[in-house]
C-alpha cells in the first residue's frame, strides 16, 4: 500500500486503550506527539518527528489559535503545450509517476486548481488563436482542434488522478484581427463593438467547448496582464475598454452562454494595473460578473484598494514568478535558475500573498524541458519549473522550488485557514479543517536554525537544517 502523507489524515487520531485494570477501568494514551516533514540536502518530505523534543520556557513562535482569516481555497499551476510535450518524452510509466507527484492528494503537491490558455501563451509550441479567420464575428470557424493535440491531453492526465481539479483560463492575445497591428504580438484591442461582441463570443465558445470535454471553467480572465506588450502573444487594453468589455459584452454573454463561468478580474501584474480594477469594481455592471480578483507577481498592492471597492472579494494569486530575471546582471540568458536562491524567493512570496488573504496560490509552468525556454520572438526567456524533464537522460528533476511549494499545498487542505502568529517571518501557521496546527516554515542560511511552538501538548522544538523547508503539524 502507498503511504499517504496527507496532513488531514495523519492527524485524525484515535484515542487508543493502553490497558484494562482487573475492575474493568480504561486507561487513555497520552496526547498523539506532532509530525515533522523536512526537505533540505537529501532530504524530500522526510519524515523528522524523531528528532522533535518537549522544552521549557517560551517558544520563538507564538501562534494566536483563534485569530483565524479566510480559508484557503487551495494551491495550482498552469497547463501549456511545452510542458506536454516534455512529459511526453518519458516513459508511461515515468510520466505517471510525475503527474502523480503533481496531482495525487497526499502523495505530490496535490494541486486544486489548473489555469488553461485561451489560445497561444509564451509557453504554447506556435503562435496560434481558436478562430484566426478575417472577419469571423459570427465565430464559424471557432475551433479547439489544435488544444487537442498537447493541451487537452495534458488536462485529461492530471484529472484523471484528480477528478475534482478546478479550472479556470486566461487569454495572452485575441485573434489577431481583433488587434489595431494584426498579429499575435503586442498591439492593443480594437475599440470596435462588433470586435467586442465577437471576442466575448469568443470566450464564451471557448467555456462551452472544454465543458464539451468535461474540463468545466469557472473563470474567465479578459487578458494576461493588460498593460505588458511583449514579443510573445500579448496586447494592451485601456482601464475603460475594460470595465466596458466586461459590463456591456463578455458578462451579458457568459450570463447567457455559459452562466456557471464569472470573470476572473485580472491577470494583473503591476501597480499601475490597479486602474483596471478600480475602472470594472466603480461600474455596478461590470462588478455584477467578477467571480475573482487575479494578481501576479508585483500586483500584491492592488488587493488593498479593490477590496475597499469591493468588500468580501476573494483575491487569487494566478501567477508565482518564473525565475531568472534575464534583464537583470548576473543571470544567465540560456539557463533556468532553478536553484534554492529562487526557491526561497517563491516561499517568501507564497508567505507575502497569504498573509494579505490570498485564498489560492498557482504556479506558472509545472513541468518545462532542461533549457525551459518561451516563444519569446526576440530573447527566449529560461524560465523555472518545480519540475524539468532532462531529455537527454530522459529523467524527472525534482527542483527546489518543488519542495517550496510543496510544503505548503502538500500539506494544507482546502478550507485550511491561515492564524495570526508572531516571532518568525519565516513561520508561518495555519488551523487544518480537523481542528489541528499546522506551521510551515523556511530556513535560508546555510547553517541549521531552531525553532519552537507551543501546542495543547506542550512547547515542541525542532531543527531546521540548512537551506531547508519544513512543515509541523500538531493536534
Request: aromatic share 12%; proline share 7%.
Amino acid at each position: 500500500m502507498r503511504r499517504n502523507h496527507c496532513l488531514s489524515s495523519q492527524l485524525r487520531f484515535s484515542v487508543l486503550a493502553l490497558g484494562m485494570a482487573a475492575a474493568g477501568a480504561l486507561t487513555v494514551a497520552a496526547a498523539p506527539t506532532p509530525r515533522l516533514w523536512i526537505s533540505g540536502g537529501e532530504a524530500r518530505f522526510a519524515d523528522s518527528s524523531a528528532s522533535l523534543r518537549v522544552i521549557e520556557g517560551k517558544p520563538s513562535l507564538t501562534v494566536e489559535r483563534s485569530q483565524g482569516g479566510k480559508p484557503i481555497e487551495g494551491f495550482g499551476g498552469a497547463f501549456n503545450e511545452k510542458g506536454w510535450v516534455a512529459l511526453a518524452s518519458l516513459s508511461e510509466e515515468d510520466r505517471q509517476a510525475v503527474l502523480r507527484s503533481i496531482f495525487e492528494p497526499g502523495e505530490g503537491l496535490g494541486l486544486i486548481f489548473g489555469r488553461i490558455p485561451i489560445g497561444s501563451s509564451d509557453y504554447a509550441l506556435s503562435r496560434y488563436s481558436l478562430d484566426d479567420a478575417e472577419g469571423d464575428y459570427a465565430m464559424e470557424r471557432f475551433s479547439i482542434d489544435r488544444d487537442r493535440r498537447d493541451l487537452l491531453p495534458y488536462v485529461k492526465a492530471a484529472q484523471a488522478i484528480a477528478p475534482s481539479l478546478r479550472f479556470w483560463a486566461s487569454a495572452w492575445s485575441p485573434p489577431p484581427w481583433m488587434k489595431s497591428n494584426r498579429d499575435y504580438d503586442s498591439g492593443s484591442m480594437r475599440d470596435d463593438p462588433l470586435v467586442y461582441k465577437a471576442y466575448a463570443l469568443y470566450l464564451a465558445k471557448f467555456v462551452a467547448a472544454y465543458a464539451a470535454e468535461g474540463v468545466p471553467i469557472e473563470a474567465v480572465a479578459v487578458q494576461n496582464e493588460p498593460t505588458i506588450l511583449t514579443n510573445y502573444p500579448s496586447c494592451s487594453w485601456k482601464p475603460t475598454q475594460f470595465a466596458l468589455f466586461v459590463g456591456d459584452y463578455l458578462g451579458p454573454t457568459l450570463a447567457q452562454l455559459a452562466p456557471q463561468t464569472g470573470v476572473l478580474l485580472g491577470t494583473f501584474q503591476a501597480f499601475k494595473e490597479r486602474l483596471f480594477a478600480s475602472a470594472v469594481l466603480q461600474d455596478p455592471k461590470a462588478r455584477a460578473y467578477v467571480k475573482v480578483l487575479g494578481l501576479q507577481w508585483g500586483g500584491l498592492p492592488i488587493a488593498e484598494g479593490a477590496r475597499k471597492l469591493s468588500p468580501g472579494l476573494a483575491v487569487w494569486q494566478t501567477e508565482t514568478d518564473c525565475g531568472n530575471h534575464h534583464w537583470e546582471a548576473g543571470f544567465d540568458p540560456d539557463k533556468p535558475q532553478n536553484d534554492f536562491a529562487y526557491a526561497a524567493y517563491t516561499w517568501k512570496k507564497m508567505r507575502d500573498y497569504l498573509a494579505a488573504g490570498s485564498s489560492m496560490y498557482s504556479l506558472w509552468n509545472i513541468v518545462l524541458d532542461e533549457e525551459g525556454k518561451s516563444i519569446d520572438a526576440i530573447r527566449p526567456w529560461p524560465q523555472n519549473s518545480p519540475i524539468v524533464i532532462d531529455r537527454q537522460s530522459n529523467k524527472a528533476i525534482y527542483t527546489p522550488m518543488y519542495y517550496a511549494f510543496g510544503h505548503f499545498s502538500r500539506y494544507l487542505p482546502a478550507g485550511s485557514v491561515l492564524l495570526e502568529s508572531r516571532g518568525d517571518e519565516d513561520a508561518m501557521a495555519f488551523g487544518l479543517p480537523d481542528g489541528s496546527l499546522a506551521i510551515v516554515a523556511m530556513n535560508e542560511d546555510k547553517k541549521p536554525r531552531s525553532l519552537s511552538v507551543a501546542t495543547e501538548g506542550g512547547t515542541w522544538a525542532f531543527e531546521l537544517p540548512p537551506q531547508s523547508f519544513c512543515t509541523f503539524a500538531a493536534p
